[in-house]
């Protein structure tokens, strides 16, 4: 059945052709796109024989969002790291200890939450990389959003070691699904890192990927720690020890995610055709640095955006990124040697150094951040990273994952230039519909507060709730760690 959306406001094209706002018709059937027409001063005429039509005029039409790395699972985590623990790798000293008591369960009640807020952003798709991949594509089709599933793997180290088996079957098992498609899920290769896979079983991932056309999804130099373990262990850097292992060259598309300690030898022996830089600034901020994706941009590297999770996020909104990917290198400025001359110094020549500085600075990142190659990260890049799932642009054969945002909320207004709201503004607030795969998830005409009311979310948040708690008493995790350092408030 073909159903056709209608607008006098419909963003077509990408950074890379341009961006568009024109009225325009989009034609959906089987859960993809199958026509667009831009409509001129004849207006959009009759319906089709048998066509339903869904007129929003009046409103602005968008692709959703593609968060290109989440786990969602962990927002159950949210608040359980002390300051101590964020100083050091939270990943290693907390949540290790936490998910080595996960129970299949836990992790499906846990991604529903996680899932459901991602709507809320106006987020259709996630790459969510975690344990128990069943589980996940699970969570994904109780509350209705799509997603790329990547089941953990590892075998060096990590809670999913005793795992590994069982998720490398359900990896194959996922992949061989062919009802999964209708829903929107995808499957991808998860091997965890680096220094927690070994070359043997990245060798198999590696063939794996080629022979099935599987991305791989992993994160990579993450961490101090990891970068250590692959010099001593291996002697190249993670990026070589990948080039060495044949993964780089055998990936059908490689996913790198963080990517804070590469250097540009490593960025250098990467394909701009097949690999990509997955960014995640606000959760680095937090437990690392934020990556210098300008070497990557420099290098002509496509890079994607990603939240990663809620416990070192705390949201799962991946247009929330955007604002700190544009604007966050001029904080250089403040620590740069202009700064520390001018604070010791105060002088009008000193100042003038420093606001010298701050030119040669924005000058760099409008060269190198232009809002259209920000809104790809969020958009197109993410969007053709999985052969199976074309998404992130309205155009024929793109999956129907459509937003619909209302043009005069206050996030928006007054739409002088809605490009530019969407990368430097908070644009949940003026999300008035969500279709995806050509469903309806959120309904314009009733709005995300009907999405709670009548989706089930209060049932899933009691399980959650509960499973929470139970998880944490077994791992022995004080739920509420602030006390210590500000008292029983």
């Known amino acids: 059945m073909t159903w056709i959306l209608r607008s006098d ?19 959906v059937a089987g859960g993809k796109i199958v026509q667009v027409r831009e409509v001129g001063v004849e207006g959009f005429g009759p319906t089709p024989d048998g ?12 692709p959703s969002f593609v968060n290109a790395h989440s786990h969602l699972a962990m927002s159950a985590f949210r608040g359980l790291a002390t300051p101590r623990v964020m100083v050091g790798n939270v990943v290693e000293e907390l949540y290790y200890r936490v998910e080595s008591h996960l129970q299949p369960g836990d992790v499906r009640a846990f991604s529903r939450i996680g899932a459901w807020e991602s709507l809320l952003a106006g987020v259709g798709c996630v790459w969510d990389h975690y344990y128990f991949g ?49 829903d929107g899920i995808g499957v991808a290769l998860g091997p965890h890192a680096t220094d927690t896979v070994s070359p043997e079983l990245w060798q198999r991932i590696a063939r794996t990927s080629a022979d099935l056309d599987l991305p791989i999804h992993v994160h990579v130099a993450q961490s101090i720690e990891e970068y250590e373990r692959a010099l001593s262990r291996h002697s190249a850097s993670p990026v070589a020890g990948l080039q060495r292992d044949g993964v780089l060259e055998a990936a059908s598309k490689l996913l790198l995610v963080h990517g804070l300690f590469v250097s540009r030898h490593d960025i250098a022996l990467l394909n701009a055709d097949r ?11 937090q437990f690392g640095f934020p990556a210098p994706e300008r070497a990557w941009l420099d290098a002509g590297i496509p890079l994607a955006l990603g939240t990663d999770c809620g416990a070192c996020n705390d949201t799962m909104d991946v247009q929330r990124e955007l604002k700190l990917m544009a604007w966050g290198p001029s904080y250089a400025t403040s620590w740069s040697p202009q700064a520390e001359h001018f604070l010791d110094d105060g002088t009008l020549g000193s100042a003038r150094l420093l606001q010298a500085r701050r030119s040669e600075q924005i000058g760099q990142q409008l060269l190198s951040g232009t809002t259209e190659r920000l809104l790809d990260a969020v958009w197109s890049v993410p969007g053709a990273a999985h052969p199976g799932f074309r998404q992130g642009v309205i155009a024929p054969g793109a999956r129907a994952n459509l937003a619909v945002w209302d043009p005069m909320h206050p996030a928006l207004w007054p739409g002088n230039d809605f490009l530019h709201a969407f990368v430097m503004g908070g644009t949940s607030g003026a999300l008035r519909g969500l279709f995806l795969g050509g469903r309806t998830v959120i309904d314009p005409a009733v709005g995300p507060e009907g999405l709670l009311a009548a989706g089930g ?33």
Do not use: K
């Open 275 to 285: 690999h990509m830089l997955v960014h995640c600034p606000w959760s680095q901020v």
């Open 51 to 62: 066509a339903t039509v869904r007129d929003l005029t009046g409103h602005l039409v968008t």
């Open 134 to 182: 069943d589980e996940m594509v699970g969570a994904l089709r109780d509350v209705g959003l799509e997603g790329i599933v990547a089941p953990t793997l590892q075998d060096l180290a990590g809670p999913g070691v005793p795992q590994l088996d069982r998720q490398w079957e359900t990896t194959l098992e996922l992949a061989a699904d062919s009802s999964l498609t209708g």
């Open 9 to 27: 406001r419909v963003l077509l094209g990408d950074g890379t052709s341009g961006f568009r706002l024109v009225p325009a018709e989009i034609a």
């Open 457 to 489: 979310y209060r049932a899933h948040q009691a399980e959650a709730s509960e499973r929470l708690a139970m998880l944490l008493e077994r791992a022995e995790v004080d739920p509420q760690p602030w006390r210590q350092h500000r008292g029983n408030v």
